[in-house]
């Protein structure tokens, strides 16, 4: 059984959208990144960069302990490669994967996740015009890539549909909260429109942790501590004893 501690984001929904193609079982453990579960203790054994989702697969292949996996782009792999299928075994096709899920994690990503950082604070902190624009623009440029991508290909990794495409869709659904027009990139569209048919990529984007907060409800107080969790973090200390020679 796969436990997935999850918040549902894009990073979230990667690997629910996977489970969910799979059809394999898969239980949910809300980590509520607004309160501040990736940072406990218990998490960081699993997910020692303090960022959900994480795994723990309690029946790995080998037949051994559990195993915790963290990243999304690691989990999404783990479990293509032990379920054996939308990760292709042939060395030129699961090269072009890997690509792509290196791709997505370096760049589509954090690109996209700070176009919409710089884009939902205003001007709270000041005159972000100059990273809006920075960030916007990147996130077009990787629009681009992925049209250009898929001028002549079905799927970005080729004729089979992959974790390439499971990784990279869901920072793709917010393009008008991103500042994009999709009408420039028609081959992305249609790649886009094909996936979101797709009941098992509907399911995946469904899955919740639990109902919904109202944000607004919240005191001020809360509403500080949640912001001083969520940015701007520096070095966590690491703990005395630890191993200084070898």
């Given at each position: 059984m796969i436990h997935l501690h999850y918040w549902p984001?894009?990073?979230?929904?990667?690997?629910t959208i996977l489970l969910?193609?799979?059809?394999?079982?898969?239980?949910?453990?809300?980590?509520n990144i607004g309160k501040g579960d990736q940072f406990k203790d218990e998490f960081l054994?699993?997910?020692p960069n303090n960022r959900m989702p994480a795994i723990v697969d309690d029946a790995p292949a080998d037949g051994g302990a559990p195993i915790a996996v963290f990243e999304s782009g690691a989990i999404m792999m783990y479990i293509a490669d032990k379920e054996e299928r939308f990760y292709p075994p042939e060395l030129r096709k699961?090269?072009?994967?890997n690509q792509w899920v290196f791709w997505q994690m370096a760049n589509q990503g954090p690109k996209s996740g700070e176009c919409g950082h710089f884009r939902r604070l205003g001007d709270r902190q000041g005159d972000q015009s100059y990273a809006v624009r920075r960030f916007t623009d990147e996130v077009n440029?990787?629009?681009?890539?992925?049209n250009n991508r898929l001028y002549d290909r079905r799927y970005i990794a080729g004729d089979e549909y992959t974790?390439?495409?499971?990784?990279?869709?869901?920072w793709t659904?917010?393009?008008q909260g991103q500042g994009q027009d999709i009408s420039?990139?028609?081959?992305?569209?249609?790649?886009?429109?094909?996936?979101?048919?797709?009941?098992?990529?509907?399911?995946g984007l469904a899955v919740s942790a639990g109902p919904p907060e109202d944000l607004d409800s919240l005191p001020q107080e809360e509403k500080d501590r949640r912001a001083k969790l969520l940015y701007n973090h520096r070095a966590r200390p690491a703990p005395e004893g630890g191993l200084l020679t070898l």
């Open positions: 984001t894009p990073n979230g929904k990667k690997v969910e193609e799979l059809g394999i079982p898969y239980t949910i453990v809300p980590c054994k699993i997910g699961r090269t072009e994967v440029r990787l629009y681009g890539v992925l974790i390439a495409d499971m990784i990279s869709y869901p659904v917010n393009w420039e990139f028609k081959y992305f569209k249609r790649w886009l429109d094909e996936l979101s048919a797709r009941p098992a990529v509907q399911r």
